[in-house]
């Protein structure tokens, strides 16, 4: 390996090594932050949801505050972004994939744990097969998305722990 090849990759590895200790370093003070007294009820609650971690209930804890603000669940998936995007002019109306509008973080690990959901609970597993069916399996875990999120707003709203359920 040439001296010049050698230096770059040097210097790759530093920085790699760099991010990733800022990265630990931010998670630690995330994980010290979900421990205090003013968060730390409501994160257990959310973690009873299968595919919720500490990180994501924070997430949703410190995102969206208190969820009684909003109206509907409507007016939850408009502030995450799980609506259409749509685009109308007279009479024409074109609907097309999700909004730019949206709280990004939440939307992201909103489905990033409804991949994991699908694996655990049977609940969302039966629908999600019944999806999958009928459409890709990117549109069909946006539809789930949608669920866990009601399910994220019922534990919030009610103070309660999620129970899994058992389709029969």
Not at 105 to 131: C, F, G
Request: aromatic share 6%.
């Amino acid at each position: 390996m040439s001296p010049s090849a050698r230096t770059a990759l040097d210097l790759k590895l530093q920085g790699y090594l760099q991010a990733r200790s800022m990265v630990l370093a931010a998670t630690r003070q995330v994980r010290i932050l979900s421990r205090q007294a003013r968060y730390k009820e409501r994160i257990a609650l959310i973690r009873t949801i299968p595919g919720v971690g500490e990180i994501t209930a924070l997430l949703f804890v410190t995102e969206v505050g208190d969820v009684n603000r909003f109206k509907s669940f409507d007016a939850l998936c408009d502030y995450v972004g799980l609506v259409p995007n749509t685009h109308s002019t007279g009479d024409k109306e074109k609907v097309s994939g999700l909004t730019r509008r949206a709280n990004h973080q939440l939307r992201e690990k909103l489905i990033e744990v409804s991949w994991t959901a699908v694996r655990t609970d049977p609940a969302l597993t039966m629908p999600y097969n019944n999806y999958c069916k009928r459409m890709k399996k990117n549109n069909a875990i946006i539809r789930i998305a949608k669920k866990m999120l009601n399910r994220i707003r019922y534990v919030m709203k009610n103070e309660c722990p999620y129970v899994i359920a058992v389709v029969k």
